[in-house]
């Protein structure tokens, strides 16, 4: 237990954005400043394939329930198709400056977006949501990195990485409506940027910590509760796929071959716990 292994060698710049494709099958990610998307094999380790190059940086996607994806791109929220063609549906970023970052589905199928300034001003990130139903929508303004979404098995709380404030951040959620409340801060990490991050079934948050070549697992109070390490610096986020299983992606940007040759790659742990399901966006 808690014995990574490479499980998709591969050199991504910045990889990230893990999400489990039950329907297409795979492990899907992305190569973030590439704009590559890549699937790997669930069920033996080897090498991705590369679905798509969209041109623009890509941030994360998740699995559409009428086939291919819905993308959070350079300019905004687009979906892409199985060929790798991309449709730029709601260019919500028309400033160059900035991009979208990590992103993910809630249970209801609402697909949830961080956007951020290239060179991480303060203030300039934001917080957006599409909603089949209604559109798109700003939801909270004023962050600088926005990462690592989650929320609770309940659905009562949602998680948000703010990584270059170095918080993890929380607040009352209804998924209903899609209304988040307040947000007061859970876990402060200062040896490393709080990055992509996970929830498993009783709750606890799996954080990968960038700098610190770590993967945390933190109970809902926001208390250490274990600590993976990484043969690797910056473990950038983590999926579960089934029986436990912990996929962790990497990045190569700034590291030295010599010294970190598997920096990039996707990583396998036995976390020894099931992970809340990932949603699917509902269009």
Not at 120 to 128: M, Q
Not at 171 to 187: H, K, M, Y
Not at 198 to 205: E, R, Y
């Amino acid at each position: 237990m808690f014995d990574p292994e490479v499980f998709v060698p591969c050199d991504a710049e910045v990889g990230e954005g893990p999400v489990v494709d039950h329907a297409a099958g795979g492990l899907l990610f992305v190569d973030i400043p590439r704009g590559r998307l890549l699937r790997a094999d669930l069920r033996v380790s080897g090498p991705a394939t590369e679905l798509a190059a969209i041109g623009m940086s890509l941030g994360a996607v998740a699995p559409r329930r009428s086939g291919g994806w819905v993308a959070a791109c350079a300019r905004g929220f687009g979906t892409l198709r199985p060929d790798g063609d991309l449709t730029v549906q709601y260019p919500v970023l028309d400033d160059p400056a900035l991009r979208m970052n990590d992103a993910k589905c809630d249970s209801a199928g609402r697909f949830w977006a961080g956007s951020t300034e290239l060179s991480f001003e303060p203030g300039r990130g934001a917080l957006h949501c599409w909603d089949p139903q209604r559109g798109v929508r700003t939801v909270v303004e004023g962050l600088t990195l926005p990462n690592g979404l989650g929320w609770s098995p309940d659905d009562t709380v949602f998680y948000l990485a703010d990584s270059m404030r170095h918080v993890v951040l929380s607040a009352p959620f209804d998924v209903r409506t899609g209304t988040i409340g307040p947000f007061s801060e859970l876990i402060q990490v200062d040896d490393g940027l709080p990055d992509g991050l996970c929830v498993d079934v009783d709750g606890c948050l799996w954080l990968a910590v960038w700098g610190a070549g770590q993967v945390r697992r933190y109970d809902p109070r926001g208390r250490l509760i274990a600590t993976v390490r990484f043969p690797v610096s910056q473990p950038s986020s983590c999926v579960f796929g089934a029986d436990g299983a912990l996929f962790v992606t990497s990045a190569r940007e700034g590291t030295h071959a010599a010294q970190e040759p598997y920096a990039g790659s996707v990583f396998l742990v036995d976390a020894g716990v099931r992970g809340v399901p990932a949603g699917i966006f509902e269009a």
